[in-house]
């Protein structure tokens, strides 16, 4: 791993036990993800040259142009990149509401599959380390990690969890006698 990587993973994993253990909020986190979502699209890439909004705009681009060529359907390093594309360009609206557990899971999974299949199966011929340093990447991936985790948070905080040996006493003290 490169050090901004561990670097926002051990961020990310601290955020997260914080919650945890009731030192934030899911309402802070849920502002923080958001504030980082946000200025995934402002920030420019390695060289400077583009933005994240760039990317947004040009992957529905892509993989119109690989499926309406077919190319998707010859090569399965192609289809699992063009594939892994699409969940994390979609993963970008899930951002504007809540989510069943296994749902959020899957949308805070998707850019970091992506960031996977951007490295593991371009046509570089190896390893393609240029996907790391594609610095938008990495405040929009916490950030969508960071919505869903706070209100994944925020949902456990609401639900009461009772052992089964209490709600049990409980049903068994309305039976009639």
Partial sequence: MIPLQRTAA??????????RMGSFSPRVVLLAGTALFVVSFLTPNWHFEGM???????????????FSEGEVFRDWDLAVLIMSLSLGWLSN???FFSLPRGAALLA???PWVLLLAMTFLSRTGGVDLGALCF??????????GLIHGSRLAACRDITPRTP??????????????
Avoid: D, H, N
């Fill in 10 to 19: 051990a961020a990310f994993c601290v955020i997260l036990s914080a919650m």
């Fill in 52 to 66: 994240g909004i760039g990317a947004f705009i040009e992957v529905p681009r892509i993989v119109w142009e690989k």
């Fill in 93 to 95: 609206f899930t951002v």
């Fill in 108 to 110: 805070i999974a998707a």
């Fill in 135 to 144: 610095i938008p990447f990495y405040p929009w991936a916490l950030g969508i």
């Fill in 164 to 177: 089964a040996s209490a709600s049990s006493r409980e049903m068994s003290s309305q039976l009639p006698k």
